[in-house]
């Protein structure tokens, strides 16, 4: 992998994420861990309290009687939402900024990131071993992280890319990132999620999250997951900009996932309905 200088540059530049989200990442990488632990690492953050608090009364889950505590919000929005909050207060410019090189507006990273993770999650019930919900959601929301500095990268050479592509120099638009870049959004996604110090299995779904079949056995539940939760995101139109229906399926996924493909058409229906939701609880006022 070639990394450039700027590139290596671009990344450490990157802000750290909060000492909050970090801690609640890590926790979610480990295989036993208890609400407890969640709760108390939220509770430290007033704001992040806050989040989470107005989220639970908000009207997408309208609770019968007012949730008071961080304890009551998680069982009931579990810890994806609270996972969701915290990514998103720790990182909105990330998600929330347009994506110049990827000719996408302010707010298309998220929404894509958001239907994505969901995918992700119910999915991972169909993995033929157990995996995790919670870690899917997770690597769902964050498998495009390398796009928000891919996309200052591509800004001015978007024109040059599709070139590439339509005259074949370029097979695919990670091979014409590739060109321009030295390497990928997912190879640069895995640099920030070094940078970051994600857990191993969130930075092996960011790095091979187009490529599912070439990452190790043990994460591979995982990095189907997302990747057919990407791809579900794409069909519905709930892409990133003009790099939207430029990936393909990897059809090994049925190797890991049982799923027969006439479902996933009843799944995305699903997903749709729960990303409506979330996304409500989430951003509050802001959704639509
Ligand atoms: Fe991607
Ligand atoms: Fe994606």
Redesign the pocket.
């Known amino acids: 992998m070639i990394v450039t200088k700027s590139i290596a540059d671009r990344v450490k530049e990157m802000p750290m994420l909060s000492v909050v989200s970090t801690r609640l990442l890590e926790l979610l990488g480990e295989d036993n861990y208890a609400i407890r632990d969640v709760v108390s690492i939220v509770e430290n953050d007033a704001i992040l309290t806050t989040k989470i608090l107005r989220a639970a009364n908000s009207v997408a889950y309208s609770p019968r009687v007012p949730i008071t505590s961080v304890t009551a919000a998680i069982n009931n929005m579990g810890e994806k939402v609270i996972m969701g909050i915290a990514i998103e207060s720790c990182a909105p410019k990330v998600f929330k900024d347009p994506l110049g090189g990827y000719m996408s507006e302010a707010g298309q990273m998220w929404d894509h990131s958001l239907f994505t993770a969901i995918g992700a999650r119910q999915l991972s019930s169909y993995t033929i071993r157990e995996s995790s919900s919670n870690l899917a959601f997770t690597a769902g929301l964050l ?2 992280i390398g ?1 928000s500095v891919m996309s200052v990268i591509l800004e001015g050479n978007t024109e040059e890319m599709l070139g590439h592509i339509d005259n074949g120099e370029a097979v695919s638009f990670l091979d014409a990132e590739k060109k321009i870049a030295g390497m990928d ?2 190879e640069l996604g895995y640099e920030l999620a070094q940078h970051w110090k994600l857990p191993e299995q969130l930075a092996m779904a960011i790095r091979y ?2 490529h599912p079949q070439d990452v190790d056995d043990k994460y591979k539940d995982l990095v189907y997951t997302v990747h057919l939760g ?1 791809i579900l995101a794409m069909m519905a139109g709930i892409g990133t900009g003009v790099d939207g229906l430029a ?1 393909s399926i990897d059809k090994t996924y049925k190797d890991y996932i049982e799923i027969e493909e006439d479902q996933l058409a009843i799944v995305v229906a699903d997903i749709q309905e729960e990303f409506a939701k979330t996304k409500q609880a989430i951003l509050g006022e802001e959704a639509e």
């Open positions: 498998h495009d796009k959004h997912a999250h187009h990407d990936y």
